[in-house]
């Protein structure tokens, strides 16, 4: 009833940049925090960052200064623009909100499909 669909991944080499977006659809009644999360090839997933629906923020210190989480909540978009890169930014990227469902209207926590990042030369 809820999905979010991811864009924006590919091929950076080291130092450079690229920009993800994730977009959610379907019957929603609001949406608090939308994140962004990685798993690198043999790792668990970890926290990227994290925005709430005031533009409250929290990121990973390993991304700090390189990685920027915003949203645009009338498209119900968040975004990562990620400057940069380093090869041990490559991982998939998975897009997650947390929503309230307008019908019927109840908690629902989502994830994206995931987008590759590969920082390689």
């Known amino acids: 009833q809820v999905q979010l669909v991811e864009s924006g991944g590919g091929l950076v080499q080291p130092g450079g940049s690229l920009g993800l977006s994730c977009a959610a659809s379907g019957s929603i009644f609001s949406i608090n925090a939308m994140g962004w999360y990685r798993q690198a090839p043999g790792k668990q997933r970890e926290l990227v960052a994290t925005i709430t629906k005031g533009g409250s923020t929290v990121y990973a210190d390993s991304v700090k200064g390189r990685l920027t989480i915003s949203r645009d909540n009338a498209k119900n978009t968040v975004y990562l623009q990620m400057n940069g890169l380093k090869p041990e930014d490559t991982a998939v990227y998975y897009c997650?909100?947390?929503?309230?469902?307008?019908?019927?209207?109840?908690?629902?926590?989502?994830w994206g499909q995931g987008t590759l990042v590969t920082v390689s030369s």
């Open positions: 997650n909100a947390q929503t309230l469902t307008a019908t019927p209207i109840r908690y629902l926590e989502v």
